[in-house]
């Protein structure tokens, strides 16, 4: 695996006592300035440039230092493809410092200073200052808007701690948690690093409309059914959709697909197979098959970058028994092999893994059968004849779908071992794999009445952790020796009960007992300070 790490391109003393770094908004010229400096005195600006070959290239320093100077803040200001400008929020305290009587120091006033660097004569000079209110704490380039709250005491102001601007048209709006600092990436992700709780990624949507990735989720619930959309790609040029239509007012059970090969199963038992020919037209195969029953489970494995068939399909469809069938076109559907079980399957799921004695040199093909008694059953598919053979099993749970019970299960290679750990992560009820530009090898999965989407790391490691949300800071912890029972005992200073908060709102906003909520959870974004004394 190939890891991507920073390499230092350039290095400067600076003082310790704290940094700040403001960048202009946009590149002017192909030139993009960029102030770095201390919390106090110090201060330097930067050209960064690129070269023909587009490699970074950072020009001499500039200085633009002040003495007895504290800096709180520092942006750069858009103006277009005028000289750029920096923005910095200052005290001057070297009257205060000379004034043993403590009076100068009352009187200091807090400045916004402009400094404006002249790329003819590359140089940086201090253009003009006015005085800003006391309590200015952060400079911000744009308007900030701000979500209405009820609860909230109009005479207290807003504390604004972190923020980031990027030119685009507005066209969402939300609230998300107290954050030390923001930063939005290039690849459209804006992440939150949040001061107390988990951090955070919001992505904005792609603006690329052509990729290989899923494009889609798709959550089935008892009376519908909910497609989430994760980007669009035209099945063609010309954005042709071509609809196919079930025979006999039969309806579609089952599915399995990669990217070549489509396999339905309908009401009744039938097998409809599709497959993508060589002018890229998705064509159905002349040959259908009736199984036995209904069927339950249905699996083929993802397609390999070098192939253009998977030559096997794993079906179950009388709760005792799987079977192998060929996807050959000579063999269209015709049963190789069968597997008897022990209990009713719940999911078949076939995967490729390196052997373990040839160090990668080659590989062998897996089924994987959960059954609802909560065993997995692991059965080697000879990647030639379709026979199944060396059946192992292991109980993980009551129930078990695809290795989920009371505990998510995975199945992994590792230094030429095959590992079976759980995974340190909530209990799931349904999975699927997942590929996006941002979550290459990623899990999408149904977590309760949440849709969570991540990544497995760490992998070989198998300590285990189990989140407990807390509604308010945690004060102190104990633990009872004999019933081996935690005691939190939680506080929040400043902050309406549940009853005054229903209350509150009920005086201001005249709502009616069963109101809902502002939508806003406490354990994110934190509780509505009450008025001081109460």
Known sequence: MCLKRFTRRHSASLDA???????????????????????????????????????????????????????????????????????????????????????????????LTYYKLDLGLNHVVRKWSETVDCRSNMLSAVPIPRRKNPLEIK????????????????????????????????????????????????????????????????????????????????????????????????????????RQQVVIALTGGKLVYFEVDDSGNLSESHVRREMSGNVTCLNIQP??????????????????????????????????????????????????????????????????????NGVLLRTVLDQTSGQLSDTRTRFLGNPAVLALSSRPWLIYQLQSRIHLNPLSYDALEYTASFASEQCLEGVVAIAGNELKVFTIEKFGQVFNETAVSLDIHALSIRCQPCSQVNAIIETDHQTFSPSAKKKKKLERLGLKDEAEEDGLDPSVFGHTRSEPGK
């Open 303 to 372: 397609l390999p970058k070098d192939r253009r068939r998977i030559r096997f399909l794993a079906v179950e469809c009388d709760g005792i028994t799987v079977r192998i069938l060929s996807l050959e076109s000579s063999s269209c559907l015709e049963p190789l092999s069968m597997q008897a079980l022990s209990g009713v399957p719940e999911s078949l799921v076939m995967i490729d893994m390196s052997d373990q004695l040839s160090e990668g040199t080659f590989t062998t093909l897996y089924l994987n059968i959960d059954l609802q």
């Open 155 to 258: 005479d207290r102001g807003i504390l604004i701690v972190s923020g980031v601007v990027h030119k685009m048209k507005i066209k969402y709006f939300d609230t998300v948690s107290g954050a030390s600092s923001l930063c939005i990436l290039k690849s459209e992700f804006l992440l939150v690093a949040s001061e107390f709780g988990n951090q955070s990624i919001i992505s904005f949507p792609l603006l690329t409309a052509d990729n290989p990735y899923d494009q889609y989720i798709i959550v089935s619930f008892s009376n519908a059914t909910l497609v989430l959309s994760i980007g669009i790609r035209p099945t063609r040029a010309n954005k042709q959709v071509t609809e196919w239509r079930s025979p006999g007012g039969r309806q579609i059970v089952r599915a399995a697909a990669n």
């Open 17 to 111: 006592a704290g940094l700040y770094l403001a960048s202009i908004l946009q590149q002017i010229q192909r030139v993009e300035p960029v102030m770095i400096g201390s919390m106090e005195k110090q201060r330097f600006v930067y050209i960064l440039n690129r070269d023909i070959a587009a490699r970074l290239t950072i020009g001499s320093p500039l200085e633009a230092h002040k003495s007895q100077t504290i800096v709180q803040h520092c942006t750069g200001v858009d103006v277009g493809f005028e000289n750029p400008i920096f923005a910095c929020l200052e005290v001057d305290y070297s009257e205060a410092n000379q004034d043993p009587t403590g009076e100068a120091f009352k009187e200091t006033e807090k400045m």
